[in-house]
């Protein structure tokens, strides 16, 4: 049993890391050829949306190439936020609700 509430708390410790280190972790996709750049933070919030000065797409091509970026970049944190949640977990595969 001392084993176990030992398990506990160091899991607790990492997930206060693990909520603390996230938001401040970026990931950046691309989209129309590096033309659209699309930056999230690692609490799934947009950073920044980057659209090269030489990018010639009409609006509605300008809107996929920005909708596809910002959705690659937010799979990205979201892949990188479930594989250090199973780092910190130990891989006892726990769905904790509020981390994502």
Sequence with gaps: M???????????????????????????????????KVTVSGDFMVKGVEIAPDANLNAAELQEAVLFATNSALIAAKAAA???????????????PGIF
Excluded: C, R, W
């Design 82 to 96: 479930q594989a250090k949640m199973t780092e910190v977990t130990g891989g006892l595969g726990m769905d904790l």
């Design 2 to 36: 001392a084993k176990l509430m030992s398990k506990a708390k160091d899991i607790q410790a990492n997930l206060k890391k693990f909520k603390e280190e996230m938001p401040t972790m970026e990931f950046s996709a691309s989209s129309a050829g590096n033309l659209v």
